[in-house]
């Protein structure tokens, strides 16, 4: 019920306030404040490294630069099963912080729950421009990177 209601917050505009960022998780997972609520939120449509993969400590570095103490826009939205909402987050100059990431080459489209084919040119570009991990001659999705692990 409390995931519900904060959800309703988020998507209605109807908060007291502007989610804030009160912390960096990693590269696509950062916490918001909201009513006065801590929320994980995913970034959607990206998949940034994981820990012990290089470049993690890169994008979650520049997710930092783009909005820690920031206000933010929240869009879309949904729950996965770790509980952290899932969504877009629209910087306070109106750029997209999960587009800002693959356009910097330190996140990839996450090609099973991306629909938004933006998402694929951005990587094409940062990988011809050899941006962020793409200085990496074969660099591993995060999803291959997990499925390694296990």
């Not at 988020?10 to 404040?33: A, E, Q």
């Not at 660099?139 to 390694?148: A, D, G, L, Q």
């Amino acid at each position: 019920m409390k995931y519900i209601l904060i959800l309703i917050l988020l998507l209605s505009g109807c908060g007291s306030n502007d989610p804030k960022v009160i912390g960096i998780i990693d590269g696509d997972t950062i916490k918001i404040l909201q009513d006065g609520e801590e929320v994980k939120v995913r970034l959607a449509e990206i998949d940034c490294p994981e820990r012990k993969q290089p470049f993690h400590t890169q994008a979650k570095k520049y997710t930092s630069e783009l909005v820690f103490g920031k206000k933010v826009e929240i869009k879309n939205g949904g729950w996965d099963r770790y509980h952290r909402l899932i969504a877009i987050v629209i910087l306070p100059d109106g750029r997209v912080l999960n587009k800002e990431l693959v356009r910097a080459g330190y996140a990839w489209q996450y090609d099973d729950y991306s629909k938004d084919k933006s998402y694929g040119d951005l990587e094409e570009e940062a990988r011809k421009a050899k941006k962020g991990l793409w200085l990496d001659k074969n660099p591993i999705p995060p999803w291959e990177f997990r499925k390694k692990k296990r």
